[in-house]
């Protein structure tokens, strides 16, 4: 996803003071008043939470204490990126909007069984009306770093969409993808992350899932993890050494990287 087509809307505003005070949009974070580098992780780290429950990157304005603003791109992978102008103005709604159903919005049941449109804006809808609560509950573990228990709800969600909808349809892959995202956020096992992430890579890539870039990001992410296991966890590698390479396979140097491994009898790294 290149920064013209990611939405202008939302953009969060991030506000950092000389006492080392974070807020986003007015609210103060947890955890700051130490220094304004800390509290600058601080924010970042909090958006970077935003960005994986959108399931996509956002967009974020900082105001240094000094008074100079940057226009920033953060990425559900935590790569933040500097914008060289400000963020467009988003387009108002429009009127004939508001009145519409989607099938994503629309009363369970109603609409189980119609394929999704992969070349549509489903990929980018909010989840049916049935999972407000529980999203509602993974959003404030997420934003309180609570995030194995966002995980888990986030598998509750998931078999609920694949009973519903089915394992492709936009909805369950969408929830896939922020789980593995959270589940990279919460540090736990690396093998139980990287299997996570190459899990949701080739549902994505199955699913032909949009934005590609997204399943990409979830692609080097699995493979960097890939490379930790490779010295710490061998058996794990080479069980995830094949499906990586599926997914690598428009990708000469990563693919090099898991091959020489492999030659080199699964126990050497370049």
């Given at each position: 996803?290149?920064?013209?087509e990611?939405?202008?809307?939302?953009?969060?505003?991030?506000?950092?003071?000389?006492?080392?005070?974070?807020?986003?949009?007015?609210?103060?974070?947890?955890?700051?008043?130490?220094?304004?580098?800390?509290?600058?992780?601080?924010?970042?780290?909090?958006?970077?939470?935003?960005?994986?429950?959108?399931?996509?990157p956002?967009?974020?304005?900082?105001?240094e204490?000094?008074?100079?603003?940057?226009?920033?791109?953060?990425?559900?992978?935590?790569?933040?990126?500097?914008?060289?102008?400000?963020?467009?103005?988003?387009?108002?709604?429009?009127?004939?909007?508001?009145?519409?159903?989607?099938?994503?919005?629309?009363?369970?049941?109603?609409?189980?069984?119609v394929?999704?449109?992969?070349n549509?804006?489903?990929?980018a809808?909010?989840?049916?009306?049935?999972?407000?609560?529980?999203?509602?509950?993974?959003?404030?573990?997420?934003?309180?770093?609570?995030?194995?228990?966002?995980v888990?709800?986030?598998?509750?969600?998931?078999?609920?969409?694949?009973?519903?909808?089915?394992?492709?349809?936009?909805?369950?892959?969408?929830?896939?993808t922020?789980?593995?995202?959270?589940?990279?956020?919460?540090?736990?096992?690396?093998?139980?992350?990287?299997?996570?992430?190459v899990?949701?890579?080739?549902?994505?890539?199955?699913?032909?899932?949009q934005?590609?870039q997204?399943?990409?990001?979830?692609?080097?992410?699995?493979?960097?993890?890939?490379?930790?296991?490779a010295?710490?966890?061998?058996?794990?590698?080479?069980?995830?050494?094949?499906?990586?390479?599926?997914?690598?396979?428009?990708?000469?140097?990563?693919?090099?990287?898991?091959?020489?491994?492999?030659?080199?009898?699964?126990?050497?790294?370049?």
């Amino acid at each position: 996803m290149t920064t013209e087509e990611i939405p202008a809307a939302p953009v969060y505003t991030i506000t950092l003071t000389t006492t080392g005070i974070a807020a986003i949009d007015g609210e103060t974070l947890g955890d700051t008043g130490q220094d304004a580098d800390a509290a600058r992780r601080t924010a970042l780290a909090e958006i970077t939470v935003k960005a994986a429950l959108h399931g996509r990157p956002v967009r974020a304005t900082a105001k240094e204490p000094d008074g100079i603003v940057y226009y920033l791109i953060v990425a559900p992978d935590g790569t933040v990126t500097t914008c060289n102008q400000p963020h467009p103005i988003p387009p108002p709604p429009r009127a004939s909007a508001a009145p519409r159903r989607t099938a994503s919005s629309s009363p369970q049941g109603t609409s189980a069984q119609v394929p999704a449109d992969k070349n549509s804006t489903e990929w980018a809808a909010p989840l049916p009306e049935g999972m407000t609560s529980p999203w509602a509950q993974l959003v404030r573990q997420a934003q309180t770093g609570a995030y194995a228990e966002a995980v888990h709800t986030a598998n509750r969600i998931t078999a609920s969409l694949r009973h519903e909808y089915g394992l492709h349809h936009p909805h369950t892959v969408n929830i896939l993808t922020t789980r593995a995202w959270l589940a990279l956020r919460a540090r736990t096992e690396p093998a139980e992350v990287a299997e996570l992430l190459v899990e949701a890579a080739e549902l994505r890539r199955e699913a032909k899932a949009q934005p590609e870039q997204d399943t990409l990001r979830l692609i080097h992410n699995a493979h960097t993890l890939w490379h930790h296991l490779a010295t710490q966890d061998p058996e794990t590698a080479r069980e995830l050494a094949e499906r990586l390479l599926t997914l690598l396979h428009n990708d000469p140097h990563r693919t090099h990287d898991i091959i020489n491994w492999a030659q080199n009898g699964g126990t050497a790294m370049r």
